[in-house]
């Protein structure tokens, strides 16, 4: 048998050139197909760099024309089965399903606005200011009990920090007013100091994201679907000139496609290649309209693209030949066995797989995260320990007057957590009352 010549086109994944030599999945597709029907090819890239379309008088450019002309036996590549090439050329069953859709900026593409008055916290961020307010009310509570600053005569006085009162006390300083009584002792008033520090910095970085959150969400122009996109004049956006995309809309008789075609001729906003489109809607203000397995592979490349989750006009991927062809009939047999053996799956996984799972896992959320503010949350622990302990080394000294330091401590500290002192405190409420 002859060594077939067969067109390609560069475009990733499908042809792309690492040194002198190409790859992609088309051309794993190829030598897959010669290793399945046992001939040799030589390869060659189309001299236009396009797929293929018939101009006002019948000629036909790219990839099909040098397959009608006889320039090539096969063309691979990401070629969309249609009448008009069907016409023209003979074309296999389909090694692949796709439809159109739109690539754009991330944040152009912004969802549903749900912003709210916890957006500018995340979720993790507001359980770590409830378990570090519920420990702030419960360190305020216990240097309350240990200093004697604050409770000289735990059998004679009632605590003026009670639980509900430290907690009430804490909220006052998280919104800055003030709640009495305030503490007496240098332990009491550190946690207060550090509590007071804490609130402040934490409202401003609220404050300041709430604002810059507001401002970014009136910028965006929500952008989801193909009537979002004919719907606004803020973003331009456009197809490959020569190609089955921009007939698909040329020829279409629904309004919304027929505004986007219309769009597109009055604008002149087609582009040359997918080259071009991908880096058109990296710099923003830019919708590059495609095929959707095109667009998956440039979100998998480059992190600041998405694309939008609506795909119209399934089409599918074919290999052309020139009409009556022998080969078609043996390639559609051997995609079909490619296909049920898995082969066809593995190669998709093998090109189109993400390269930006580490940059999506980073920081998508504009939240701020608790290691946003780490440092902070570590002040107000360190804060909390050293109040503690001031407190304890308050009892310590007034205990260190007695002759056993130990048994006067243990004394002390049953005195203000134990019932006794509870009891002596219900005492001398009654006496009161009497």
């Not at 560069?10 to 010669?34: F, M, N």
């Not at 050329?89 to 549903?112: K, Y």
């Not at 006390?169 to 003030?178: N, R």
């Not at 296909?339 to 390269?355: C, I, V």
Request: proline content about 3%; some cysteine.
């Amino acid at each position: 048998a002859k060594e077939l010549t067969i067109t390609t086109i560069k475009q990733e994944p499908y042809t792309v050139s690492r040194g002198s030599e190409l790859e992609g999945y088309c051309i794993d597709l190829i030598s897959e197909l010669s290793k399945e029907l046992g001939f040799k090819y030589k390869l060659s890239l189309v001299k236009d760099n396009r797929y293929g379309a018939m101009d006002a008088s019948g000629t036909w450019s790219g990839m099909i024309g040098e397959v009608i002309r006889g320039e090539a036996d096969l063309a691979v590549a990401p070629l969309t089965l249609t009448a008009v090439r069907e016409a023209h050329v003979d074309m296999s069953t389909p090694f692949m399903q796709t439809g159109i859709s739109f690539l754009l900026r991330r944040d152009s593409a912004s969802e549903e606005s749900s912003f709210s008055l916890l957006s500018p916290f995340s979720t993790d961020m507001w359980v770590g200011i409830l378990v570090a307010f519920l420990l702030t009310g419960l360190c305020i509570f216990l240097v309350g009990r240990i200093s004697p600053t604050e409770w000289a005569e735990p059998d004679r006085e009632e605590h003026s920090f009670t639980l509900l009162h430290s907690f009430w006390y804490i909220t006052g300083a998280l919104t800055l007013q003030g709640a009495g009584p305030h503490p007496k002792a240098p332990s009491g008033r550190l946690i207060s100091a550090i509590w007071w520090l804490f609130a402040v910095l934490l409202l401003a970085c609220y404050f300041g994201n709430f604002s810059s959150m507001l401002q970014s969400n009136s910028k965006h122009v929500s952008i989801k679907t193909f009537e979002d996109l004919a719907n606004q004049d803020v973003m331009d956006y456009g197809t490959v000139e020569a190609g089955s995309t921009k007939s698909f809309f040329k020829n279409s008789n629904n309004p919304v496609y027929r505004r986007i075609y219309e769009h597109m001729e009055r604008k002149k906003s087609y582009v040359s290649s997918m080259e071009e489109g991908v880096r058109l809607a990296q710099g923003g203000n830019f919708a590059f309209i495609g095929e959707a397995v095109s667009l998956d592979l440039a979100v998998a490349r480059h992190c600041k693209l998405s694309r939008s989750e609506e795909a119209i006009a399934m089409r599918a991927y074919s290999i052309a030949a020139p009409l009556g062809s022998p080969l078609v009939k043996n390639l559609t047999m051997a995609i079909l066995k490619l296909s049920e053996s898995g082969e066809l799956t593995y190669l998709r996984q093998k090109w189109w797989a993400s390269s930006c799972v580490a940059v999506d896992g980073a920081h998508t959320s504009e939240a701020l995260r608790p290691h946003d503010l780490r440092d902070l949350f570590l002040l107000l622990g360190l804060g909390l320990g050293v109040g503690l302990l001031l407190a304890l080394l308050e009892l310590v000294s007034r205990a260190r007057n007695q002759k056993s330091c130990c048994s006067v401590m243990t004394s002390e500290l049953s005195r203000r957590f134990g019932s006794k002192g509870e009891s002596a405190e219900q005492d001398d409420s009654d006496k009161s009352k009497a």
